[in-house]
């Protein structure tokens, strides 16, 4: 993900809170000065949840247990939480033609992404692997009514895609219900807002995360935002250059035909799904996010740039997207 950090210093009446985890930087705005003490501890309460829920990383989080109880391909029982973590990832795949496919996790920890990234970071060893397909997001089977998910033997689900996302409109619609201020949650670019003033939330829009000399930025007045691309997230393999965006058709780095894509959605998770299946797709991105009505921009390796479905020239035109990535 690579938003740069969202600007509120210059907006009176607003406070902004930053810190960092998962290896991603965490900025948190609240319209009421006065909250963001307490809009802090709601953020915390929701990324330490969700991380017991759904970290691949940890070997005590829920989505381990089930990786562990389902080696027997039986049914597995799981919370609310994780079922609604899978469904919301099965439905991106959904959406996406399989683009955006939660079954990667094996050919993640084939490129060495097995740990938390600052781990990762430094290269690992090892050589790349022969491209083979991932199990696939059809073979995953989630029983709602029962509250149980099904995965073939081996299968290994990284919810990357999705989980930072959903937990980013987690956190925003409840500070916001709770405590009744206008909100923005970044978790590295991911954006959810709730609230915002009129002239929205001012985002700086770059190719790194924290990147301070951008001078781009869009003003988001409600829904989400994400940015896309692979300049945070990449290591070496044995000296072979590796990156976390995967094309399910080969269990490897998908080759960028862009730098980075942002997309605003009504959601979180929707704009980070289609900015996920977007830098996946590659030259048929553009036509895909025109065909869904989803404001964005992609930015190729040469830095020129294109965009689709009215994203905004500067931070004077905010955009207000309610729509969902699946209404054409």
């Known amino acids: 993900m690579s938003n740069v950090a969202v600007t509120s210093e210059r907006t009176t009446g607003q406070a902004l809170y930053r810190t960092s985890i998962w290896s991603t930087r965490v900025d948190l705005v609240v319209t ?77 920890c084939r490129l060495g992404y097995d740990r938390d990234f600052s781990l990762v970071a430094p290269g690992q060893p090892g050589t790349l692997p022969e491209p083979a397909p991932v199990p696939g997001w059809r073979s995953v089977a989630v029983d709602a009514g029962r509250s149980t998910v099904s995965l073939p033997t081996g299968t290994v689900l990284d919810l990357g895609a999705t989980a930072k996302a959903w937990v980013a409109d987690r956190a925003s619609a409840a500070i916001g219900a709770r405590l009744g201020c206008g909100v923005l949650v970044s978790l590295g670019g991911d954006v959810s807002v709730q609230g915002a003033p009129d002239c929205g939330f001012s985002v700086g829009i770059a190719d790194i995360c924290g990147d301070a000399s951008s001078t781009r930025a869009v003003a988001i007045r409600s829904g989400g935002l994400a940015t896309s691309g692979v300049g945070n997230r990449h290591w070496l393999l044995g000296g072979h250059p590796v990156h976390h965006l995967l094309d399910p058709a080969t269990g490897l780095p998908v080759d960028a035909v862009w730098k980075t894509v942002s997309v605003a959605a009504g959601s979180c998770v929707d704009a980070n799904t289609a900015s996920t299946a977007a830098m996946v797709k590659g030259e048929a991105a553009p036509a895909w ?27 004077a035109d905010p955009i207000s997207h309610e729509g969902e990535i699946g209404r054409p």
Not at 49 to 57: G, I, K, L, T, Y
Not at 291 to 315: E, F, I, K, Q
């Open 289 to 315: 996010l025109e065909g869904r009505h989803l404001p964005a921009r992609l930015v190729r390796p040469d830095d020129s740039t294109v965009t689709v479905a009215g994203w905004p020239a500067d931070v």
């Open 32 to 108: 009421d000065p006065g909250q963001v003490v307490a809009a802090t501890a709601i953020l915390r309460q929701e990324l330490d949840h969700v991380d017991r829920v759904a970290s691949r990383f940890r070997t005590d989080s829920e989505i381990s247990a089930l990786h562990r109880a389902a080696r027997t391909g039986e049914d597995v029982r799981v919370s609310a939480d994780l079922l609604e973590a899978i469904s919301l990832a099965l439905r991106a795949a959904s959406l996406t033609d399989g683009a955006v496919d939660p079954t990667v996790g094996s050919a993640m």
